[in-house]
């Protein structure tokens, strides 16, 4: 009975960490889920709502966007001042020297359509390509539950957008963050940041480089200087709005479509949004057999937001080999 596959999400017993109960055939996380109740979900909306409406406007932006370019972030910004368009925003993309031209283009697009302020994070591209590379040749830097959710590059790259988000919110004085998670990317709609939160990520993450032998790991963290100059009683709210408005997936891609978002061409490798992704779903197979969207795809299932046939679908799509290829040879590892 070990081999088999949870009867409602695609998780499966071969995956580390993960067992199906023989008698009822589910996960441990489908055995124990339960769905939100309306009074939780009203209360987040109401908080949500309250917060966007009427922000302190002491800071020189009300919101700090973490924005990709792909579909859900696009989306995000432009059905965040729709609905209240008094928000000043300042939407961040990081260029972590793999971004595609197409997510640039589609990132400046919604800034333009929004009047959102565009900011393209830049770091040392030489840097950031030795960084990844000893990310991929990593083991066990991130803790065990982070590998479910993410692969070690997209980890790795991740952790330095909140750690530069943070940063700015800080250097801003904005009160707000807003990343376009999915429901199976996160759980909680709101989180509260205040100042020793924050150092203890610092640290965390400053400790994962150094697993990973990253040498120069300052400009990948929050700025010394801005963290000390912060006062205690700072505190900056993440804000998720994907898990108060619910997620559905089709109307996202046809809203975002029907706005002018350019769908990138599969079959052209330049232009998904991250030219890493590939290579970097492959690198966190072979380490630790988990696929990095197994996790968060059953969670978007098990919460009806996704049916079971179409996660398999993205589970085994195959990945392009002249794209892992291509990576592999400019991380220098092949
Ligand atoms: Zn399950």
Known sequence: MNTSTCKKCI???KTPGISINPDTGLCQFCEHYTPISEEKKEEARLRMNALFKSPPGEGKYDVIFALSGGMDSCNTLYRLKSEYPHLKILAVQFDNGFISDTALENAKKFCDLTKSTYF???LDESKLRDTFKRA????????????????DICNTCISIIKQKITEKALATKSPFIVF????????????????????WTRKLFEEQLETMGVKDREPYLMDKKILKATSPET????????????????????????????????????S???LL????????RQKYHIHPYAYDLSALVRQGYMGREEAKKKINAGLSKSSIEEI???LHLS
């Open 328 to 330: 592999q040879r400019q």
């Open 272 to 274: 998904s949004n991250c």
């Open 120 to 122: 393209r994070l830049a």
């Open 136 to 151: 991929a040749l990593s083991m066990d830097a991130f803790p065990g539950f982070a590998k479910y959710r993410a692969s």
């Open 180 to 199: 376009a998670f999915s429901p199976g990317q996160t759980k909680t709609p709101f989180i509260a940041l205040k100042k020793p939160f924050m150092v």
């Open 11 to 13: 998780l499966d017993a």
């Open 277 to 284: 992704n590939a290579f970097a779903i492959q690198n966190h």
């Open 235 to 270: 505190e900056v709210t993440i804000i998720h709005p994907y898990l108060v408005w619910g997620y559905d997936k089709q109307k996202i891609r046809e809203e975002c479509i029907r706005i002018g978002w350019i769908e990138p061409d599969l079959n052209d490798r330049n």
